[in-house]
């Protein structure tokens, strides 16, 4: 079955500064890659997904790119705030069509 | 996308007791899930509700344990039985809008302590 490999587990980044969360997936039919940012004590909200027909997607300082190829997958964040802090998750589709493998989560650290 | 309300938002609850937890969606969707999220871990999938029929459960999840329903398109409940500490965790429903989609979006999550 579908595994996903997340990294680092923690990631603290001064504010302004990029930062960036990779996601490995073993599945070639995997097609769908969502990235959830859940916030402390609060359910994890959808903040951009890219489907396997596309390369990269952005969204104002977020974007995602996925190479088929190596199978992995990064969600890049610009211009960091304060705000940006939470734990984000990565997912991948398994055997179903509804059913996701989530990674084990990126804890993000902006520095003030 | 739809707001999706849980109840209740956290309990105590006491060892051998049960706790159920509702999930209210504002418009209907298809498909409805349950996931269980351990302290500092990531998401792990209880079980699809289906609607007018029994839940599909993953594995190493049971009915007796995990009773599921879904009486309409906008509404389910998890009850999870017989707790023990090993329960103590976040339930969160997650819902999709059309067949075959795979996009989810979860409620706000109900945390459970057990003692």
């Known amino acids: 079955g579908e595994n996903v490999e997340q990294h680092p587990s923690t990631l603290s980044v001064q504010e302004g500064d990029s930062a960036v969360i990779k996601c490995t997936y073993s599945?070639?039919?995997?097609?769908?890659f969502p990235w959830y940012k859940q916030e402390l004590g609060k359910g994890p909200q959808l903040i951009i997904d890219i489907r396997s027909n596309v390369g990269e997607k952005k969204d104002q300082r977020i974007a995602v790119t996925l190479n088929k190829t190596a199978k992995h997958f990064s969600l890049h964040i610009t211009e960091t705030q304060p705000e940006d802090s939470a734990v984000y998750f990565c997912?991948?589709?398994?055997?179903?069509?509804?059913?996701?493998?989530w990674g084990a989560g990126t804890k993000l650290i902006i520095k003030p | 996308s739809a707001v999706i309300s849980q109840k209740p938002s956290r309990d105590i609850c006491q060892r051998g007791t049960s706790l159920t937890i509702q999930c209210q969606v504002d418009s209907q969707v298809t498909m409805m899930f349950w996931y269980r999220q351990q302290p500092g871990q990531s998401l792990t999938l209880i079980a699809t509700a289906n609607q007018g029929s029994e839940a599909t459960y993953e594995s190493g999840f049971v009915i007796d344990k995990f009773p599921i329903s879904r009486p309409n398109l906008t509404f389910s409940t998890l009850t999870v039985s017989n707790l023990s500490p090993e329960d103590s965790s976040i339930y969160l429903c997650s819902v999709g809008y059309a067949p075959g989609t795979d996009t989810q979006y979860f409620g706000p999550g109900t945390r459970l302590t057990v003692l």
């Open positions: 997912a991948a589709t398994g055997d179903s069509n509804y059913q996701l493998i």
């Open positions: 599945d070639s039919a995997s097609n769908y």
